[in-house]
T-cell receptor, first 112, second 109 residues
Framework: IAGITQAPTSQILAAGRRMTLRCTQD?????MYWYRQDLGLGLRLIHY???????GKGEVPDGYSVSRANTDDFPLTLASAVPSQTSVYFC???????????FGDGTRLSIL | GQNIDQPTEMTATEGAIVQINCTYQ??????LFWYQQHAGEAPTFLSY??LDGLEEKGRFSSFLSRSKGYSYLLLKELQMKDSASYLC??????????WGAGTKLIIKP
């Protein structure tokens, strides 16, 4: 079934540890995005990529990095996790910049 | 600055009609999206408006007035499964979606 897959589904992590959230899509979408969603707030864009080989910073990029080596994969790395990064992380993709975004099921990350 | 304003919560009765309003201010505008998000799940795309007027898609319709910075989502023949949060998301001049906190819709029998 075509779609977007995130892993892990959930994770508890000690502060200071490094963590990579994985995101893979098989829809051949050009654009990919990482968001975090916190209770009572709207989705906030962390990083995005309009096409393989390029990335850009969103609204809340500090403490996070991404790479886009190919069309399908867009991993998000927390170099040294802090408790304020506790959140639900959603990866999304779209055919183009003004096309609907399709979301993965999310990763629930708790930093202790 | 960029801002989205939606009611935090609404309640409606099964079988009825409900209108969820959204006002927005963005730097530039490249259309407006509505998404549905059930509790604990990912957002799913409902509708997209880029021109003024009404777009109808089954039980759901979405309206846009660019001059007023206003949109609404209309849900007809409400079903219990429509209980969810509804997210209004205009797209700015950089093609980035600006997300509101959403409207939690509670459907009562």
């Amino acid at each position: 079934i075509a779609g977007i897959t995130q892993a892990p589904t959930s994770q508890i992590l000690a502060a200071g540890r490094r963590m990579t959230l994985r995101c893979t899509q098989d829809m051949r979408h050009n654009a990919m995005y990482w968001y975090r969603q916190d209770l009572g707030l709207g989705l906030r864009l962390i990083h995005y990529s309009n096409t393989a080989g390029t990335t850009g910073k969103g609204e809340v990029p500090d403490g996070y990095s991404v790479s886009r080596a190919n069309t399908d994969d867009f991993p998000l790395t927390l170099a040294s996790a802090v408790p304020s990064q506790t959140s639900v992380y959603f990866c999304a993709s779209s055919k183009g910049e003004n096309q609907p975004q399709h979301f993965g099921d999310g990763t629930r990350l708790s930093i202790l | 600055g960029q801002n989205i304003d939606q009611p935090t919560e609404m309640t409606a009765t099964e079988g009825a009609i409900v209108q969820i309003n959204c006002t927005y201010q963005t730097s530039g505008f490249n259309g407006l999206f509505w998404y549905q998000q059930h509790a604990g799940e990912a957002p799913t795309f409902l509708s997209y408006n880029v021109l003024d007027g009404l777009e109808e898609k089954g039980r759901f319709s979405s309206f846009l007035s660019r001059s007023k910075g206003y949109s609404y989502l209309l849900l007809k023949e409400l079903q219990m499964k429509d209980s969810a949060s509804y997210l209004c998301a205009p797209m700015d001049s950089n093609y980035q979606l600006i997300w509101g906190a959403g409207t939690k819709l509670i459907i009562k029998p």
